[in-house]
């Protein structure tokens, strides 16, 4: 039986060995592949209803790249209508008066550093980050950072509708290029010029926020004898976080701080909550402040970090820094942040992880999104998780206010969290 058993298996090796030899052979002729010859951009520019896209195009220096060194370089192009252009105060006469740079600009910003498949394209579940071809040479990305700043988009295609940057842009039409892809949109986009911080500075709404983390920020400067608090405590200047800054080691590097979402408090919200004035609300630091920079630590004994510093900083966190305050001593880069309006669910950000959970779930647990959300006619509600009982959901009352960092939001009543 065994000798048989060793016949049979020296068999199907042979047999597995020499197994092309059972192939059939070729059957028909060789179909030859023809490429499909691709209309050029300003073939197609030219039959569109997007003749102001071209005459920025034709000005500016762009035609000489694609043929050139972009030649072969994965493409999209986001073409505004003319009367988006319009719209947006470009008219035929002031575009032909504009220098090449201008319309560089203009240009570059609407082109991504991506192509779209057309054939596979399907709808996306929240936003896709894609660089746009527009850089900020005066600008880096971090403090030691070599790499410029490069002007992001988000792009989603929802229910047969193109959104960039959370605002719908028109029903999804593309086109084929031999430069790329062509992506048309009913609007004109323009670039942010101003960080989340001097966006909010200079928003009368939010004043009282904007003093509050301006006093925890000055306090954050503390001089201290331990080098790790001391980097700790400027690592949580929001400011620096939120805004444009210099590294103090190379003054010609100018960087942003990063890029994330912020939910602003109006006001309202702080007089809602029963703090009529800024002092009022930073009263709350005064019984804590002996605390300030000291470990604390989770209800399970899992160490905070130095970053935890004031009793205003549990509910300021929630609104400036996604709960940043309380990630566990091994710290470590939380995930992006950045998210637009279409992406503000329960569905999408509901077990969205900002920390994944490290090699032990005491002493390094996973961190998830905070909030919970929902809509009322169309209007974002949101609140903490674990808020506070009694406290209002928050109404979101302006969305997606685009800035150098990611979007900002106002909404009118304060993330207070339970125990507080």
């Given amino acids: 039986m065994k000798q048989t058993l060793s016949i049979l298996l020296l068999l199907v090796v042979a047999l597995s060995c020499t197994q092309e030899e059972f192939m059939p052979p070729p059957y028909g002729e060789k179909v030859p592949y023809e490429e499909v010859p691709k209309e050029r951009l300003d073939a197609v520019l030219a039959a569109s209803k997007s003749s102001l896209f071209q005459l920025a195009l034709d000005g500016s220096t762009i035609p000489a ?3 050139d060194e972009w030649e072969n370089a994965p493409l999209t192009f986001l073409v505004p209508s003319d009367a988006a252009f319009e719209e947006a105060g470009f ?5 032909k008066n504009m220098d090449a740079a201008e319309l560089d600009t203009i240009i570059r910003y609407h082109m991504l550093s991506d192509q779209i498949d057309s054939s596979n394209v399907r709808s996306t579940y929240g ?3 894609i660089k746009s071809k527009l850089e900020n040479k005066s600008l880096k990305m971090g403090s030691y950072s070599a790499d410029f700043y490069v002007y992001p988009h ?3 295609i929802t229910d047969g509708k193109v959104l960039i940057n959370g605002k719908v842009m028109g029903d999804y039409k593309i086109s084929d290029v031999k430069e790329g892809n062509v992506i048309y949109i009913d609007g004109f986009l323009q670039k942010p010029k101003k960080t ?3 966006t909010m500075k200079e928003d009368s709404r939010l004043s009282m926020f904007m003093e509050i983390v301006e006093a925890n920020d000055a306090s954050y400067a503390t001089s201290s004898w331990d080098p790790i608090y001391i980097s700790q405590m400027e690592d949580a200047v929001m400011k620096t976080q939120l805004d444009i800054d210099t590294n103090q080691w190379d003054p010609s590097n100018i960087y942003i701080g990063g890029l994330t979402s912020v939910f602003a408090p109006t006001n309202e919200a702080f007089l809602s909550a029963g703090y009529n004035s800024a002092e009022d609300f930073l009263q709350l630091n005064e019984p804590y402040w002996v605390y300030r920079g000291q470990f604390l630590t989770f209800a399970g004994g899992a160490p905070y970090n130095y970053r935890t510093f004031h009793k205003t900083d549990s509910v300021l966190t929630y609104h400036h820094g996604w709960a940043q305050r ?7 880069n ?3 942040t950045v998210f637009f309006s279409n992406d503000l669910s329960d569905s999408f950000l509901g077990n969205y992880d900002m920390k994944m959970e490290g090699y032990s779930p005491d002493s390094h647990p ?4 905070p909030y919970t959300f929902s809509r009322e006619n169309g209007v974002i509600k949101m609140r903490l998780k674990n808020a506070k009982e009694g406290t209002e959901a928050a109404t979101v009352i302006e969305q997606d206010i685009m800035t150098l960092n990611g979007p900002l939001y106002i909404v009118d009543r304060l993330f207070i969290p339970n125990h507080f």
């Fill in 65 to 67: 790249l694609l043929d």
């Fill in 91 to 95: 008219t035929e006469e002031k575009l």
């Fill in 127 to 129: 936003n896709i980050r």
């Fill in 154 to 156: 988000y792009l989603a």
């Fill in 196 to 198: 989340l911080w001097q």
């Fill in 326 to 332: 309380y990630y566990p001593t091994d710290g470590g």
């Fill in 334 to 336: 939380v995930n992006p």
């Fill in 366 to 369: 996973a961190i998830s999104c």
